[in-house]
């Protein structure tokens, strides 16, 4: 927990006020004392809208293609799309403060089809876990939580171990996926696909940033 300035090295100018600054904070602070609804929402803007989709939907008009065409994209033929990817980033937040303050879980369709669905359904998972107070929160590092898997198990968790080992790493896995879906986005597109017979010498993808991507 982030407490007060300890000692200055070098204030920098006036608007680096907190750069090169040692800092005194909490031995050993408590998991709930980390702030799990803060750090998740603090992972996307106060509207809600994620500023990378305003940026790839600006992108998307600039070069005059449909911006829901992001919805389909993937880093690798077997793994999940970038709208999938929002909604288990959001699956993993409402689900981790829901398991903590000891409520049920919300259940969502899964049926978004645009940009502006996805940010609604940000904006709906960013309601959700500032709907919590801190009194539903604190003192739950001890309490038993128990997470259904596909296989008909369960995993068992402490509050901590849950938060630390599970909710977050979960949650922060598939939202930097899908800032990194956008960013190989923004760096071209293959024309042809894995499995494809090419040629030496043929064009087989667009780069729009000189030198970034060498093809062929």
């Known amino acids: 927990k982030l407490l007060f300035p300890a000692q200055t090295q070098d204030r920098g100018s006036p608007e680096e006020p907190l750069l090169r600054r040692v800092w005194a ?37 600039a070069r005059r293609f449909d911006p829901n065409n992001y919805l389909g994209l993937r880093l690798a033929p077997d793994m999940l799309p970038f709208a999938r990817q929002i909604q288990i980033a959001s699956d993993a937040a409402k689900a981790c403060m829901s398991r903590r303050a000891g409520t049920e879980i919300p259940k969502w369709e899964d049926n978004e089809a645009s940009l502006d669905d996805l940010r609604a359904r940000i904006r709906k998972t960013v309601a959700h876990v500032q709907s919590f107070s801190a009194t539903q929160i604190d003192g739950s590092d001890d309490r038993a939580i128990s997470v259904p898997m596909r296989s008909g198990e369960a995993l068992q968790f402490t509050g901590e171990t849950f938060l630390r080992q599970f909710a977050l790493p979960n949650f922060f896995f598939h939202a930097t996926t899908t800032y ?34 060498d093809i062929n």
């Open 25 to 61: 904070t909490r031995r050993a602070p408590w998991a709930d004392r980390l702030a799990c609804a803060w750090l998740i929402r603090r992972f996307v803007d106060p509207e809600g809208s994620v500023l990378w989709l305003d940026k790839a939907q600006a992108h998307a008009e």
């Open 180 to 213: 990194a879906l956008l960013q190989l986005a923004d760096r071209g597109t293959f024309f042809v696909e894995p499995g494809d017979d090419v040629y030496e010498g043929m064009v087989v993808g667009e780069n729009p940033r000189a030198e970034d991507l």
